[in-house]
């Protein structure tokens, strides 16, 4: 699914976001920028030992929740990672949602700083987590949307879903955007 937002296009795809030829992806992290399960490990694995290595090095202290670190991309077909951590879902009384929106507009304002024309993200906090689905998508992609109207770059933003219930959540929230 892809959506023209002005110059700016938000697509949808379906896929592993490794395979993803952009110029940053984003990395659902955890706070120490350790490696981990699911995005995170998938990631680490393609990126080669060097990401962890580099991020050790320039990030000793680690990531807080809702903020987003730069390295390079290792093995990776991409410039940069951008290790995005989102927040642990813990019942909503806890920021989470500003927390999970301030993850997408630090990773698009690193874009713009980087001069990344093109940023693959993954659906952050939905895995391990617990961030319900619904909420992130509805928060994520109207964080997306409206750094459409403040940043020059990236042109595309593009939010890579690894199963079809969570690219369905993501699906009905942007077409809502297109029709409301």
Known sequence: MKVQFGASRLELVQDDITRQIVDAIVNAANTDLAGGGGVDGAIHRIAGPSVMEETRIRYPLGCPAGDAVVSSA????????????????????????????????????LAEKHECDSIAFPAISTGVYRFPVDLAAENSLDEIRKSFTTLVRPKLVRMVLFDAGIYGAFARVLESFVIG
Do not use: M, N
């Open 74 to 109: 290792g093995e990776l077909r991409a410039k940069f990672i951008f290790h995005a951590v989102g927040p642990v879902w813990r019942g909503g009384q806890q920021r989470e949602t500003e927390l999970l929106r301030s993850c997408f507009r630090r990773c698009l304002e």
